[in-house]
């Protein structure tokens, strides 16, 4: 099962762009990379998901370098409201289509006016 | 369309008695995942039912169990509560793991 390795925390001023890098040395070849955000008191909310390259929807950026061996969360213009924690998660397959993640530490995210 | 629900959103327990905490996946999701997030840490795996069965566990005693009924919903029920099971409790339930799970509120258990 991989093990994911992130920042504990980061500090960002408002408008600026954030990249939050996450490790993942033992990532198997079935294996998808998953960010999820979470704010104090709720369940985390699904962000992005990817396998290679780099995915893009109208929250954030995922990039993946051509060895896997870890992914880059991209925040573009963070505001206030994106202080929270962000877990990268990697899925490993089970067969069958079904999957068991493991959650990392996760990264604080502190967006300073 | 409805997201997960789960219930109660807290409960107060005393220490040696038993909970059962409720989730309700969003229609059409087979599996259902639950997770336990002590305050201010991360998430830990508990339990993955998937089509009514087991499929896997976290290490977590015995006392942890759970089951996933013909609708999918499903319960986790705590035996024996001790104070470090004050948790929140977080249920995310999904149709395929490569979509991505989509988590409820959780409850929160405080345990004194």
């Known amino acids: 099962l991989a093990k994911t390795t992130q920042p504990i925390s980061m500090d960002s001023y408002e408008g600026q762009e954030v990249n939050i890098t996450c490790s993942h040395n033992n990532i198997a070849t079935n294996d998808y990379i998953t960010w999820y955000q979470q704010f104090p008191s709720q369940g985390p909310r699904f962000i992005i998901q990817?396998?290679?390259t780099k995915v893009t929807n109208e929250v954030a950026s995922l990039f993946i370098p051509a060895d896997r061996k870890s992914s880059t969360l991209s925040l573009p213009r963070v505001s206030l409201s994106d202080t929270a924690v962000y877990y990268c998660l990697v899925g490993t397959s089970l067969g069958g289509g079904y999957q068991k993640v493991t959650f990392g530490t996760g990264t604080k995210l502190q967006v300073i006016p | 369309e409805a997201g997960v629900t789960q219930s109660p959103t807290h409960l107060i327990k005393t220490r040696g008695q038993q909970v059962t905490l409720r989730c309700s996946p969003i229609?059409?999701?087979?599996?259902v995942y639950w997770y336990q997030q002590a305050l201010g840490l991360g998430l830990q795996f508990l339990l993955w039912?998937?089509?009514?069965?087991?499929?896997n566990r976290g290490n977590f005693p015995p006392r942890f169990s759970g089951r996933q009924f013909p609708n999918y919903s499903s319960e986790l029920n705590v035996n024996a509560l001790e104070l470090e099971d004050s948790a929140l409790y977080l249920c995310a339930s999904s149709f395929r793991a490569n979509y991505g799970y989509t988590f409820g509120s959780g409850t929160r258990l405080t345990v004194v």
């Open positions: 229609s059409g999701h087979t599996s």
């Open positions: 039912y998937d089509e009514g069965e087991e499929r």
């Open positions: 990817g396998y290679k």
